[in-house]
């Protein structure tokens, strides 16, 4: 029912930049904290960066600097600014929309994902 679609991954070199994309369709209930998270093969998936709706983020760590996550709650849409780009960064990067409290549990919905590739 809710559709959330990723777009805007794709190669680039390292020091490159990239911006991600998020648009949120279909949702019956509001949209809470909206971000971005990462698995690398192998590795577990995190936490890139969150946004809620009045505009406080956070970022991991690895990413401080360098990512920016922004978002338009009228449109529930969201981006990943993504610069400085490293090997590190490679992934498959999901969208991630969070609702307010509804029915006494927070529902959530994961776009499929869109692969950012850093490579020379």
């Known amino acids: 029912q809710v559709q959330v679609e990723e777009s805007g991954g794709g190669l680039v070199q390292p020091g490159g930049s990239l911006r991600l994309s998020c648009v949120v369709s279909?949702?019956?209930?509001?949209?809470?904290?909206m971000a971005w998270y990462r698995q690398a093969p192998g590795k577990e998936r995190e936490l890139v960066a969150s946004?809620?709706?009045?505009?406080?983020?956070d970022y991991a760590d690895s990413v401080k600097g360098r990512f920016t996550i922004s978002r338009d709650n009228s449109k529930i849409t969201a981006w990943l600014q993504m610069a400085s780009l490293k090997a590190e960064d490679t992934a498959i990067y999901y969208c991630?929309?969070?609702?307010?409290?509804?029915?006494?549990?927070?529902?959530?919905?994961w776009g499929q994902g869109t692969q950012v590739t850093v490579s020379s």
């Open positions: 279909m949702s019956m209930i509001a949209i809470d904290t």
């Open positions: 946004i809620s709706p009045g505009g406080n983020t």
């Open positions: 991630n929309a969070e609702t307010v409290e509804w029915k006494q549990r927070k529902w959530t919905y």
